[in-house]
């Protein structure tokens, strides 16, 4: 599958943006859609997955109910609420997908077959 994400910008603090991450060549249906980013300097980080098996979305804790993680099968594409920005939420935001995630390994970018190019948000004070 392949994939192409979308929507980064500069935003100033406190505001949101929305990304999209749209799929081609697989079945969609199939993966579970995670997001990643990776500040300058950084190590990438998961941001959050939704997981195929159970329906589920799972966020990192820094996420904190700010952003949210939506997919459409009908459009095979998969979207990153971004609200109530911060600095430190500036990177370059990754999609990425799996046939075969499990909790023990959904927060781990080895996990994961499939990437995009990668979207810059950048949240200005």
């Known amino acids: 599958v392949q994939l192409q994400a979308s929507g980064g910008g500069t935003v100033q603090a406190g505001g949101s943006l929305r990304l999209s991450c749209a799929a081609s060549g697989g079945t969609f249906r199939g993966y579970s859609m995670a997001w990643f980013r990776q500040a300058p300097g950084k190590e990438r980080e998961f941001v959050g997955v939704?997981?195929?098996?159970?329906?589920?979305?799972y966020y990192a804790d820094f996420v904190k109910g700010r952003f949210t993680i939506s997919r459409s099968n009908a459009e095979n594409t998969v979207f990153l609420q971004l609200n109530s920005l911060k600095s430190e939420d500036t990177a370059a935001y990754y999609c990425?997908?799996?046939?075969?995630?499990?909790?023990?390994?959904?927060?781990?970018?080895?996990?994961?077959?499939?990437w995009g190019q990668g979207t810059l948000v950048t949240v200005s004070s």
């Open positions: 939704f997981k195929r098996s159970n329906g589920y979305t």
């Open positions: 990425a997908a799996s046939t075969l995630i499990i909790n023990t390994t959904m927060r781990n970018a080895n996990a994961y077959r499939h």
